[in-house]
T-cell receptor
Framework: GESVGLHLPTLSVQEGDNSIINCAYS??????FIWYKQESGKGPQFIID?????DKRQGQRVTVLLNKTVKHLSLQIAATQPGDSAVYFC?????????????FGTGTQLKVEL | EPEVTQTPSHQVTQMGQEVILRCVPI?????FYWYRQILGQKVEFLVS????????KSEIFDDQFSVERPDGSNFTLKIRSTKLEDSAMYFC???????FGSGNTIYFGEGSWLTVV
């Protein structure tokens, strides 16, 4: 069956350092891999996605890397700020022409220390 | 920036009661979703809705659940007879119609926290 999971439940980093959040997936048929950020008591906020035919995509202060050989996804946050403290979920999506639902992983808590 | 809005933000209900959670998706979006998140757990898919019908649903979405788009702006989730295990945060989400490209991004609302007692 398909599953998306995270290696570490909590990641603590110093303000200004780079953060790397990892995710393992098992569904090779997924078309997109997505990172969401969830702050306490709020809904998931889209950060960045990557299509399965790519291996790297950059956004503002964030980079997503996809390694299909080992089924691994990572989110790199440059110069981590206190506002980056949140739970980060990876998710995957298969484009079916129908609902194209998201399947979420269990989340990693990122704590930014001052 | 357009956003998905949900009401109520919190609701406490007695077991066996009916609950309706409301959502206003982003105005030009055509696909709508409900997800839920039990406290401390991951976000789980419930149902997707397009062109006034359910396009996909999960095992969680049993006969106690229903969705409706009663007018051109609202999208509702009804739980007919709530159980204790229905206590969770319920998220509405929406996306544009395109399957590839930026239009396939799914945007979430802030959630409705449901507590069944």
């Amino acid at each position: 069956g398909e599953s998306v999971g995270l290696h570490l439940p909590t990641l603590s980093v110093q303000e200004g350092d780079n953060s790397i959040i990892n995710c393992a997936y098992s569904n090779s048929a997924s078309d997109y891999f997505i990172w969401y950020k969830q702050e306490s008591g709020k809904g998931p906020q889209f950060i960045i996605d990557i299509r399965s035919n790519m291996d790297k995509r950059q956004g503002q202060r964030v980079t997503v890397l996809l390694n299909k050989t080992v089924k691994h996804l990572s989110l790199q946050i440059a110069a981590t700020q206190p506002g980056d403290s949140a739970v980060y979920f990876c998710a995957e999506k298969k484009i079916t022409g129908g609902g194209n639902k998201l399947t979420f992983g269990t989340g990693t808590q990122l704590k930014v220390e001052l | 920036e357009p956003e998905v809005t949900q009401t109520p933000s919190h609701q406490v209900t007695q077991m066996g009661q009916e609950v309706i959670l409301r959502c206003v998706p982003i105005s030009n979006h055509l696909y709508f979703y409900w997800y839920r998140q039990i406290l401390g757990q991951k976000v789980e898919f419930l149902v997707s809705f397009y062109n006034n019908e359910i396009s996909e649903k999960s095992e969680i979405f049993d006969d106690q659940f229903s969705v409706e788009r009663p007018d051109g702006s609202n999208f509702t989730l009804k739980i007919r007879s709530t159980k204790l295990e229905d206590s969770a945060m319920y998220f509405c989400a929406s996306r544009e119609s395109r399957d590839f490209g930026s239009g396939n991004t799914i945007y979430f609302g802030e959630g409705s926290w449901l507590t069944v007692v």
